[in-house]
Every structure is written in C-alpha cells, then in structure tokens.
C-alpha cells in the first residue's frame, strides 16, 4: 500500500480499553478543541437500551459493521462540516473496528477495504497505552487486563499496517497528556 502524506486536523486517540481516552479527550474538549466522541461505547449503551444483537458478546459481526459503518459517517461528517484549519480529535477512529475484526477472525469486506485505503486521518495517531492502575471494567467494557493489552498490541499492529504514525502518548495526568498531544501537533 503507497501512503500519501495526509497532515489534515482530523488526529485519532486510540488505545485499548480503559486508558483514559474519554478523560483525556473531555480535558482536550474542555480547552477549546473538537471532539467526536467513541462510536463503540454508544453504539453498545444504545444496543443495551433496546435488547438488540449488535453487542461484543452477541453478534459480534454485527456490531462490527454498525461501528465501522457509523466511525465512517462520523469522519465523513467532519470533512463536510470543519474547516480544514480546525483541529478535531476522534474517540477512535474507523480503523478501530477494523482492529476488532482482526481480533475475533471477523472478515472485512472490499467496500471497508476500499474506504480504509482512500480516507485518511492525519498521519500522526496518538495511542494511550495499556494503564492498570486505571483500568476498570462496566456495563460496557467487559475485557479483562490480558484482553486489554491485546488490543492495545492489536490496534498497533493495525494502524501501522496502514502506515500511520503513532505517537505514544505518556501515563501521566490527564492535563499532562492533553499538553503532550497538542505540542506535539504544534512542533510537527
């Protein structure tokens, strides 16, 4: 696959679960920047809500498509919407369900394929890594700790795969890290 060099404001926090993306992206919200919040985690609440399948530990296949048919409406949405100077920031990115398929022997389709290959976020994708002393499971996330840094080595190999960039963002505090991401975007 050829990459070509994307250097848009749409920038992807990723990470397993439980690392404090939500947290981090709340404070990055706080400051000012856009957010587009994690389509996994609503897509189960909502499914929870009305009994449906579409759930990790039901239809997994299902809930694939849903979160990548719905990650995707959320990027295309932004492209429409945001000026191409604003910085927005993705809870996640349609990769991520990508990833998820990889991780339960899911295929992909050519149309996921195909979209994956042409739409791009900014090459330079923060990932938080695996965090114990603040991981918790709930309702929605039901991954134990070996899961978790799984995914985490999943979602690496993932995006790499797809040439980009991941910048490793430090455990620190939830300031500290919003502080780290938005210099970085500044010095590249």
Same mark, same amino acid.
């Given at each position: 696959?050829?990459?070509?060099?994307?250097?848009?404001?749409?920038?992807?926090?990723?990470?397993?679960?439980?690392?404090?993306?939500?947290? @981090?992206?709340?404070?990055?919200?706080?400051?000012? $920047?856009?957010?587009?919040? +994690?389509? !996994? *985690?609503?897509?189960?609440?909502?499914?929870?809500?009305?009994?449906?399948?579409?759930?990790?530990?039901?239809?997994?296949?299902?809930?694939?498509?849903?979160?990548?048919?719905?990650?995707?409406?959320?990027?295309?949405?932004?492209?429409?919407?945001?000026?191409?100077?604003?910085?927005?920031?993705?809870?996640?990115?349609?990769?991520?369900?990508?990833?998820?398929?990889? @991780?339960?022997?899911?295929?992909?389709?050519?149309? $996921?394929?195909?979209?994956? +290959?042409? !739409? *791009?976020?900014?090459?330079?994708?923060?990932?938080?890594?695996?965090?114990?002393?603040?991981?918790?499971?709930?309702?929605?996330?039901?991954?134990?700790?070996?899961?978790?840094?799984?995914?985490?080595?999943?979602i690496i190999q993932t995006y790499r795969s797809h040439l980009y960039d991941?910048?490793?963002?430090?455990?620190?505090?939830?300031?500290?890290?919003?502080?780290?991401? @938005?210099?970085?975007?500044?010095?590249?």
């Amino acid at each position: 696959m050829k990459r070509t060099k994307n250097h848009n404001p749409f920038y992807v926090i990723t990470g397993g679960p439980g690392v404090g993306k939500t947290t @981090l992206l709340k404070e990055l919200q706080q400051r000012g $920047m856009a957010v587009v919040p +994690e389509i !996994a *985690r609503e897509l189960i609440k909502e499914q929870q809500a009305v009994d449906g399948d579409a759930l990790p530990w039901k239809n997994k296949k299902l809930y694939m498509e849903m979160m990548f048919h719905r990650s995707l409406a959320s990027f295309e949405k932004a492209k429409n919407d945001h000026k191409e100077t604003t910085l927005l920031f993705f809870d996640r990115g349609f990769l991520d369900a990508l990833c998820y398929a990889s @991780l339960e022997g899911i295929p992909i389709d050519q149309e $996921m394929r195909t979209y994956v +290959e042409t !739409a *791009r976020y900014n090459d330079h994708v923060f990932i938080l890594p695996p965090w114990e002393e603040i991981y918790q499971t709930d309702e929605q996330r039901k991954q134990d700790w070996n899961e978790a840094v799984f995914t985490y080595n999943k979602i690496i190999q993932t995006y790499r795969s797809h040439l980009y960039d991941l910048i490793e963002v430090p455990k620190t505090s939830v300031k500290e890290r919003a502080d780290f991401i @938005l210099n970085h975007i500044q010095n590249s």
